[in-house]
C-alpha cells in the first residue's frame, strides 16, 4: 500500500520520471493510490525517487505496445505523460506523441482502465505552427477516438522543482549580472505551477464532469516574459539587468543549437511557440475541478 495508507486503486503512469510526472506521482502516492510506473531505465535516479514513494516500476518504451499493455495489467487508471519538446536523435515528434500515444491506448483499452488521462499542449491544433504542436493535436484526435473515458488536460508553460524551464532561469538570476531576453521580451505568458498541473489530474481521475473532456491549464497571472525575469529576481533577492537580443541574432542561434546540441538550449519550435504567447482562461477547469491557480511569486518562493 502507498504511503497515505488509504487504498484507491491502481494507477498506472506512463513518463512517470519525468518533471510532471515525479510530481503527480508524488501527490497520488501520499492521496493512497497504488502506482505503477513506466520508466525508461529504472536504475536512473528519477527511478529510485518513484520507488521511495513505494511505486512499482516497470522498465519499458513507449514504442512497445505490447510491453506497456504487460505493465499495466491490472491498473485501474491509466495517466499518459510521455512527450519531447525538441527531437533527439532517432525519435521524431510523430513517433512519440502520435505512435506512443496510439500504443498507450492500445494498452488502456487492453487492460481495462477505466479512465484514460492524457497531457496535451496549450495551443494544439491541425494547423498550429509548429510540429510540436501539430503532433500534440493529432494524439489529441486518437485519444477522442479510443472510446476510452478520456480526460485531455492542455497546459501553458509549467513551473516548478525540476523543471528545465525553472532551472534555467533561477540558474541564470542567480549566476549571471544580465539576463538574455529573446527579442523584446513582450510575449504574454501565464505560467502554471507544477503542483496546479499535478492537482488537475488528481482532481480529474474520479470526476464525472472530467469525462470526455479537454481542459486548459494556466496560472492567475498574464505577464510578459520580462515580468516573468523580475518575478524571478524578486524571490531570489537579486538585481539584474536584461539584455533583449535581437531576434535576428536569436533565430541563427536557436537553428544552430538543434543541429549541434544533444539537449538543445533553445530550438527553433520552440522560440516560435515563446514568441506565439501562451494564454488562457482557466475558468472550466475552476468550475469542474475546483482548481484555484497558486499566484507566481508564491509559486516559486516554494522553489528556494
Known amino acids: 500500500m502507498q504511503p497515505g495508507g488509504n487504498d484507491k486503486g491502481t494507477v498506472f503512469i506512463t513518463g512517470a520520471g519525468g518533471f510532471v510526472g515525479r510530481n503527480l506521482a508524488s501527490r497520488l502516492a501520499s492521496g493512497g493510490y497504488r502506482l505503477r510506473c513506466l520508466v525508461r531505465n529504472t536504475g536512473e535516479p528519477e527511478a529510485d525517487y518513484l520507488r521511495g514513494l513505494g511505486a512499482e516500476l516497470a522498465a519499458g518504451d513507449i514504442m512497445n505496445a505490447d510491453a506497456i499493455a504487460a505493465a499495466a495489467r491490472g491498473c485501474d487508471i491509466f495517466i499518459h505523460l510521455v512527450g519531447i519538446i525538441f527531437e533527439p536523435r532517432g525519435a521524431t515528434f510523430e513517433q512519440i506523441h502520435v505512435r506512443g500515444t496510439m500504443n498507450a491506448l492500445a494498452a488502456a483499452t487492453v487492460t481495462g482502465a477505466h479512465r484514460y488521462l492524457h497531457m496535451s499542449a496549450l495551443g494544439a491544433g491541425p494547423d498550429a505552427e509548429t510540429e510540436y504542436l501539430r503532433t500534440k493535436w493529432s494524439a489529441e484526435e486518437a485519444v477522442r477516438a479510443s472510446g476510452l473515458a478520456y480526460t485531455i488536460f492542455r497546459p501553458s508553460l509549467i513551473y516548478g522543482p525540476g523543471g528545465d524551464f525553472t532551472n534555467m532561469l533561477f540558474k541564470q538570476v542567480r549566476t549571471l549580472p544580465v539576463i538574455p531576453v529573446p527579442g523584446n521580451g513582450r510575449y504574454r505568458l ?115
Not at 207 to 231: F, I, T
Not at 283 to 301: A, C, K, S
Open 190 to 304: 501565464q505560467p502554471v505551477s507544477v503542483f496546479d498541473v499535478a492537482a488537475c489530474f488528481a482532481g480529474a481521475m474520479e470526476n464525472r464532469k472530467a469525462v470526455n473532456r479537454e481542459y486548459e491549464v494556466c496560472g492567475p497571472e498574464v505577464m510578459d516574459y520580462n515580468q516573468l525575469v523580475d518575478a524571478v529576481c524578486r524571490v531570489l533577492d537579486k538585481k539584474r539587468f536584461k539584455a533583449h537580443v535581437p531576434l535576428a541574432v536569436v533565430k541563427p542561434m536557436a537553428r544552430l543549437s538543434q543541429r549541434l546540441m544533444s539537449r538543445p538550449l533553445l530550438t527553433p519550435d520552440q522560440l516560435k511557440m515563446l514568441l506565439a504567447g501562451s494564454l488562457c482562461a482557466s475558468d472550466t477547469v475552476r468550475q469542474d475541478l475546483g482548481l484555484e491557480p497558486m499566484p507566481l511569486d508564491e509559486g516559486l518562493r516554494l522553489l528556494i
